[in-house]
Antibody
Framework: QLQLQESGPGLVKPSETLSLTCTVS??????????WGWIRQPPGKGLEWLGS???????YYNPSLKSPVTISVDTSKSQFSLKLSSVTAADTAVYYC?????????????WGQGTLVTVSS | QSALTQPASVSGSPGQSITISCTGT?????????VSWYQQHPGKAPKLMIY???NRPSGVSNRFSASKSGNTASLTISGLQAEDEADYYC??????????FGGGTKLTVL
């Protein structure tokens, strides 16, 4: 049974870097034709795709994001990570990590439970 | 402001059918057959209900169906059940930002 678990600080100061890690269990992060991504949801608002990564390290980002995003993968640890730099209060959200359907970089059918990150001084 | 437009809320009685619309442009919904729909219960992660306009992932009830016409996609839930009460989000590939979501629709089962 595939499980994804987000981890990282729940509170980040403005202008600092938000860092989260997603640990994958019950499946290989190196599966061919599947991608791993990050999606966020501000409190009471809708969903926003941040980006996706393939196990080889190929990345796909949402070009409309105001804060620079970096997604990386560590196949030896079955983890992939998100870094969002120079954050503001607008980056306060529940952050989800997820796995895509086969062949898609942006349609997700396995999700972590989500982790709330608050940006505040 | 979301790029895809959904009604803020819809409602229906148990057993009835409801339809949720998702309107975009020729740069997203109308231009590609990559529309998906998610269901989200309060405090839970979204669940994929439909992908590539009308395909259901394994395990999703056949009471959920979807289609697209021009720049508008639609999700239909037939035989409405209490457990269907949730927020529903459409999503589409877009030539501008790669992937965009709708603002979400709150479904109330009366």
């Amino acid at each position: 049974q595939l499980q994804l678990q987000e981890s990282g600080p729940g509170l980040v100061k403005p202008s600092e870097t938000l860092s989260l890690t997603c640990t994958v269990s019950g499946d290989s992060i190196s599966s061919s034709n599947y991608y791993w991504g990050w999606i966020r949801q501000p409190p009471g608002k809708g969903l926003e795709w941040l980006g996706s990564i393939y196990y080889t390290g190929s990345t796909y980002y949402n070009p409309s994001l105001k804060s620079p995003v970096t997604i990386s993968v560590d196949t030896s640890k079955s983890q992939f990570s998100l870094k969002l730099s120079s954050v503001t209060a607008a980056d306060t959200a529940v952050y989800y990590c997820a796995k895509t359907i086969r062949g898609s970089q942006r349609v997700f059918n396995y999700w972590g439970q989500g982790t709330l990150v608050t940006v505040s001084s | 402001q979301s790029a895809l437009t959904q009604p803020a809320s819809v409602s229906g009685s148990p057993g009835q059918s409801i339809t949720i619309s998702c309107t975009g442009t020729s740069s997203d919904v109308g231009g590609y057959d990559y529309v998906s729909w998610y269901q989200q219960h309060p405090g839970k992660a979204p669940k994929l209900m439909i992908y590539e306009v009308s395909n259901r992932p394994s395990g999703v009830s056949n009471r959920f169906s979807a289609s697209k016409s021009g720049n508008t996609a639609s999700l239909t839930i037939s035989g409405l059940q209490a457990e269907d009460e949730a927020d529903y989000y459409c999503s589409s590939y877009t030539s501008t930002t790669s992937q965009v979501f709708g603002g979400g629709t709150k479904l109330t089962v009366l």
